[in-house]
């Protein structure tokens, strides 16, 4: 694997997002929110699949059930690939017809922790919520236009949640219970270098961003340093996975979204799936108890 990013998947993604790692079946999950699109990819054998959700899609997740929760414009549902149902689990913000959701992670407990935002990109209707046996209940953090994440540490400790549009990650602690504790801001992206999008941590405790407009991803260590910029072909990276057999692989999923004739023909690859080697591991994934 090159350290250089490479397109492992030519999708052309209006809005792709959320790449996942699924181990019990070896391959990587992740959405076209804007094309309401489930994807899968093996890279072993190199078989690509999609199954098309019946509104934009923000995030897919893999479930003690041997299912998936997805999070859909109208809320939490359970997903199944068998026969490609969706059955609504939890609908937080239906009096928000206005919203959707747009990321989301396992913490080490099983819970689900996810995130909305106003579909216009301009209301700041969007809150973080928490997913665990059953229980679906806002964190109480500030609400902001654009959401993403969260991640969360290995310890199940620390919570890394981003304000896209304030192009700044904050970082607040947990409680045993998942109760947000205290907040404070942990990077903020200067400009020129585009919006914070996405965040996952590695097995090193470090965290990596994509960066919409920016032509890369980055990793920062607990401290908030930045310790490495990896620059790809195209302009909108949405969000870092790790995966394969030593989640050694990382997998970068971008978009097309905003960009013009002219960017996407110096752009071909926009939207598409990328790989490169990261140089560290990814922390182990976690299946939600939902």
């Known amino acids: 694997m090159s350290m250089e990013p490479q397109s492992i998947l030519s999708v052309g993604a209006t809005l792709g997002e959320g790449p996942v790692w699924v181990a019990r079946d070896a391959a990587l ?22 199954w098309t959700a019946p509104a934009q899609v923000g995030w897919i997740l893999p479930t003690d059930d041997g299912l998936f929760a997805v999070g ?14 969706f059955v609504l689990l939890h609908a937080p913000e239906a009096a928000l017809p206005g919203n959707r959701q747009n990321d989301a992670t396992v913490a080490p407990d099983g819970a689900i922790w996810f995130g909305s935002m106003d579909d216009g990109e301009e209301q ?22 654009i959401t993403n994440g969260p991640a969360v540490s290995a310890d199940g400790r620390t919570l890394y949640h981003t304000d896209t549009l304030g192009k700044r990650i904050w970082r607040s602690s947990l409680g045993e219970d998942g109760a ?16 914070p999008d996405g965040p ?27 310790m490495r910029e990896v620059r790809f072909p195209v302009s909108n990276i949405t969000k870092i996975a790790f995966g394969g057999p030593d989640l050694r692989t990382a997998y970068a999923t971008s978009a097309r979204k905003g960009l013009d004739m002219t960017a996407l023909t110096a752009q071909p690859l926009a939207g598409d799936l990328f790989a490169f080697d990261p140089g560290v591991a990814g922390a182990p994934g976690t299946i939600a108890t939902i």
């Open 29 to 50: 999950w992740f959405v076209d929110i804007k094309e309401h699109r489930i994807h899968r990819f093996d890279p072993a054998g190199g078989e690509a699949r999609h």
């Open 72 to 85: 859909l414009q109208s809320g939490v549902h359970r997903f199944d690939p068998a026969d490609g149902s």
């Open 124 to 145: 700041a209707s969007g809150r973080f919520y928490r997913l665990h046996k059953g229980l679906c209940a806002d964190t109480g953090l500030p609400p902001v236009s």
């Open 180 to 195: 947000v504790l205290e907040s404070r801001p942990f990077v903020e992206i200067e400009d020129g270098a585009g919006y």
């Open 200 to 226: 996952t941590v590695d097995a090193e405790g470090c965290l990596w961003t994509g960066l919409y407009g920016g032509w890369a991803a980055r990793r920062y260590d607990p401290a908030g340093k930045m």
